[in-house]
């Protein structure tokens, strides 16, 4: 989300995005404790049953199945 947006980005997720980044920044500035939460892609693959946490560092964007266990 800190990447440029390619320029066939649509309006309303050019949007978000943009909005994400500014209040993301803010937060960091605000000398709060803080964490940040990210939208992943979904995808239509199957379940897998497996959750995956990473705490504390730089989480890279992942993908998340829609389909339930």
């Known amino acids: 989300m800190d990447d440029p947006l390619p320029e ?8 978000y995005v943009e ?7 803010a937060l960091r500035a605000s000398g709060l404790d803080w964490t ?21 560092g730089d989480v890279p964007v992942a993908e998340a199945v829609r389909a339930a266990v």
Do not use: M, Y
């Not at 909005?19 to 920044?25: G, H, I, L, T, V």
């Not at 940040?36 to 705490?55: E, Q, W």
């Open 36 to 56: 940040i939460i990210r939208p992943g892609r979904l995808t239509d693959d199957p379940a897998t049953g497996h959750v995956s946490n990473l705490v504390n």
């Open 19 to 25: 909005a994400k980044r500014d209040a993301d920044a």
């Open 8 to 15: 066939d980005t649509g309006e309303v997720w050019r949007a």
